[in-house]
């Protein structure tokens, strides 16, 4: 019998990866699935950590089922995307209309339609660094180039559209913001927003605004959505229900579209053959959005004393406590990105710290390393699960730390986090 030829994979992938469910994690599921008690701090997902939806949604789902096994349009159910453009205009963007919302099974759907749509080959996209990997592997995968701009972590982890503006060459076609941050936490003020704008504006570059942590906000934070700071640059706002309305798993998002009629009427083109081309978003899922935008109980849970807000205070109080690790306190979305400090880890990179957190203490946490070029020693924890397992996790990477440590501080809580915040984010100014 003559063998089966390799089939090699395409070269195009050579630099895709997605560590929040990679290797580490198929390990990490090995373990458990020996009987192994592993601690996973590593998906953004509620309904994993006794946050619930509303019934409300749920049952707008059930109620529907019936009548949602055929297609919908391609860009979804005229009711849905009225009830995403009528929550853009309460937001302060006036001109969306239901034709400027496109829906679909999550933004991890979308944003790769937004830049098969926009690149060719070797087009450059700015990004965030950190940013969530979906980002740069969606732009390689549309044959574009990602190019990272770095935000400050002294600076609470904003960037500096100055530097921004430094990386934007002939071949930039966007840049995109990720904003309340994921991994970081951060959210930017309008002056650095209002910078960006400004940079697209003046070089032609479409603005791609992943807004969907824009409702987790603590301390009295508020978000300004990027879109209202360029009302004549096309700008694609990215939101959805995973996060917002706590159901992942039904896979419903969406993007709305501003300032891209005339001159980016190809652009728009081109969106709209490919949203043909995927025959529709999940139906049942489409039924969801007017009362998911409706019943909105995420304030609750962001407000002084709500499940997410006392969760993400336990969590980085307790990193504040440990020695050798610092953490900015992070003001949206629910994670924390800590850094282990030189001298109490050997070696220094964060993959190997991950992983020998894992298989000494069963802890599985994402090694900052996968979310773009940044200093080593990084650590993404989602600050969602219940205090009682933030503090066993905490006290796990205490006491893998105390054993590897090279260095001991001289005072108990010598780095504590709030010294990272040297320079506030409003003190950053845009580029002349």
Known sequence: MTPCPRVRASRKLSGVSYSLRGPLAAQAERMRAAGEDVLALNLGDPAAYGLPPAREVVQAVREHLDHSCGYSAAAGLPEARDAVARHYRDKGLDTVRSCDVYLGNGVSELAPLSLHALLDPLDQVLIPAPDYPMWTAS???????????????????????????????DRTRAIVVINPNNPTGAVWPRGILDGIADIARRRGLVLLADEIYADFLYDGTSHTPLATCAPDVPCLTFGGLSKRSRIPGYRMGW???????GPASDYVAALETLASLRLCPNVPAQRAVETALRVDDTRALT?????????????????????????????GAFYVFPRVMPGHYRPSDDESLAADLLHEERLFVVPGSGLGPVRPGHLRMVTLPPPH????????????????????????????PQRLCRRPCEERRPPP
């Open 303 to 331: 407000a002084p004393g709500g499940a997410l807000r006392l969760r993400r205070d336990h969590l980085w109080h307790l990193l504040a406590d440990v020695p050798g690790v610092r953490a900015v306190k992070p003001h």
């Open 389 to 416: 397992i933030l503090t066993e996790a905490v006290a796990r990477l205490a006491r893998f730390l105390d054993r590897r440590s090279t260095t001991r501080p001289s005072t108990p809580n010598q780095d504590r």
């Open 255 to 261: 993007l709305a579209l501003t300032g891209c009629r």
């Open 139 to 169: 732009v390689v995968m549309a044959g574009g180039r990602p190019v990272h701009y770095p935000c400050d972590e002294a600076s609470d982890w904003c960037p500096d559209p100055a530097d921004i503006a430094r990386r934007v060459t």
